[in-house]
Structure formats: structure tokens, C-alpha cells
């Protein structure tokens, strides 16, 4: 079972910038799909970037693209998600993810993080 940690979560004003950070443990990285999710209070938990582990291939949903950047760190076995010129509708608890396919469906992801507060102020 892989076990997965997020960090770096906060406070920001509009247009300021955050990292997060995902260690994982307990698993065959090369085999999954580690994704970035949200969920903002009333609403369902989306989306946000995905890497695979392998191959290094990333995705993005379209409100974050050219902002956020997601990458892995293959010795540290952690995946960051570098976040810049953060919005007020980017405040979300974050969730790291892993999973055996490139999704965008949260079904797809079978192990996940407790998630991690970020609140961008405006």
C-alpha cells in the first residue's frame, strides 16, 4: 500500500506563490501515475495536474496551465506542485494521488494523501 504525505500548504496573497510537496513510500513508483487534486468547500474534488511516474509525461486541467507545474523527484521519491500567480478560486484543500492510469477521474486513484490547505486571499 503506498503511503502518501502532502506539505507546504498556507496562506498567499493574489498572484503569489506556493509549493507542494508529496513524499511517497511503500510502493513501485515507476508504475503509477502521481496526480494533484482539489476540493473547495461545497464543491467536488477536481483535477488539478498529473505526472507519470515513468515516463515523466505531465497534464494539466485547463484553469492552471502556464501556473502550476508538477514534477517528481525520482531519488526523494516525492512529487512537487510549483504554483504561481495563485487566484482566489485556486483556495482548495490540495490532495496528492497515486494511481495505475493516467486519469483525470479521482476513481482512478486508489491511495491518497490527507491533503494540505491552500488559501489565496484577495
Known amino acids: 500500500q503506498v503511503q502518501l504525505v502532502e506539505s507546504g500548504g498556507g496562506l498567499v496573497q493574489t498572484g503569489g506563490s506556493l509549493s507542494l510537496s508529496c513524499a511517497a513510500s511503500?510502493?513501485?513508483?515507476?508504475?503509477?501515475?502521481m496526480g494533484w487534486f482539489r476540493q473547495a468547500p461545497g464543491k467536488e474534488r477536481e483535477f488539478v495536474a498529473a505526472?507519470?511516474?515513468?515516463?515523466?509525461?505531465?497534464y494539466y486541467t485547463n484553469s492552471v496551465k502556464g501556473r502550476f507545474t508538477v514534477s517528481r523527484d525520482n531519488a526523494k521519491n516525492t512529487v512537487s506542485l510549483q504554483m504561481d500567480s495563485l487566484k482566489p478560486e485556486d483556495t482548495a484543500v490540495y490532495f496528492c494521488?497515486?494511481?495505475?492510469?493516467?486519469?483525470?477521474?479521482?476513481?482512478?486513484?486508489?491511495?491518497w494523501g490527507q491533503g494540505t490547505q491552500v488559501t489565496v486571499s484577495s
Open positions: 494521488a497515486a494511481g495505475g492510469l493516467t486519469s483525470t477521474d479521482p476513481k482512478a486513484y486508489n491511495s
Open positions: 511503500g510502493g513501485t513508483f515507476s508504475r503509477y501515475t
Open positions: 505526472i507519470n511516474w515513468s515516463s515523466g509525461r505531465t
